[in-house]
């Protein structure tokens, strides 16, 4: 069975760019999340998707960054414009149950 | 607050011994989740061990075993045999609910790094 999947797994821009990440959950897995992981942190939540609900967008910093998972499926998470700051590895998560499982992540470079 | 901490950033073991990563939580729920979550280079999170806060028995998979000890709010990941490969980030993460949506999302510590040694 395939994980998560996500796309792609770099992406280098430059500032004041837009840029698009993609992820594909687990089949049947009808939770998805997008977290955010700063260097030498753990990750953190942005938003959470019950099939094509954003349920928990509260750390979502909504004035650049927006997200959406059309037909409860497979989601895309967008940056517009990007700032030096959004450097990061990006990472989405499906969840059946009790347990949440992760794809590979993105690493955006920001220059 | 509800917290995860790890007090270990780094970690050192000869193969084949045994290793024991920290975590501690803090949280004001009664029912909650704990899970430990291995990062390798490669960058994907990969599941190994959870722990419900309702379970009596500490939770084991394969190498991996959970030193659950709820009244001093410790999780603690215990790796027996260490392997080359288990050399990584080490997560430990807490279920938590949230309270400015009611749903439920996974809370990280920083992390400790491991290093396993021939």
């Known amino acids: 069975e395939a994980g998560v999947v996500q796309s792609p797994r770099y992406k280098i821009i430059e500032k004041k760019q837009p840029v698009a990440f993609w992820c594909n959950p687990i089949?049947?897995?009808?939770?998805l999340y997008w977290y955010l992981q700063n260097l030498g942190q753990g990750p953190e939540l942005l938003i959470r998707y019950e099939n094509e609900e954003a349920v928990d967008d509260s750390q979502l910093p909504k004035d650049r960054f927006s997200a959406e998972r059309l037909k409860g499926v497979d989601s895309t998470l967008k940056i517009q414009p990007a700032e030096l700051g959004d450097s990061a590895v990006y990472l989405c998560?499906?969840?059946?149950?009790?347990?949440?499982?992760f794809g590979q992540g993105t690493r955006l470079t920001v220059v | 607050a509800q917290k995860i901490t790890q007090t270990q950033p780094g970690m050192f073991v000869q193969e084949k011994e045994a290793v024991t990563l920290d975590c501690t939580y803090d949280?004001?729920?009664?029912?909650?989740?704990l899970f430990w979550y291995k990062q390798p280079s490669s960058g994907e999170m990969i599941f190994l061990i959870y722990?419900?806060?309702?379970?009596?028995q500490n939770a084991t998979e394969g190498r991996y075993s959970l030193n659950f000890q709820k009244a001093r709010k410790s999780a603690n990941l215990v790796i027996s045999a260490s392997q080359l490969g288990d050399s990584a980030m080490y997560f430990c993460?807490?279920?938590?609910?949230?309270?400015?949506?009611?749903?439920?999302?996974?809370?990280f510590g920083t992390g400790t790094r491991l290093l396993v040694s021939p």
């Open positions: 993460a807490m279920r938590v609910l949230s309270m400015n949506t009611g749903f439920q999302k996974l809370v």
């Open positions: 998560a499906s969840s059946f149950g009790d347990r949440t499982f």
């Open positions: 089949s049947g897995h009808n939770t």
């Open positions: 722990q419900g806060s309702y379970d009596e």
């Open positions: 949280t004001s729920d009664q029912s909650y989740g």
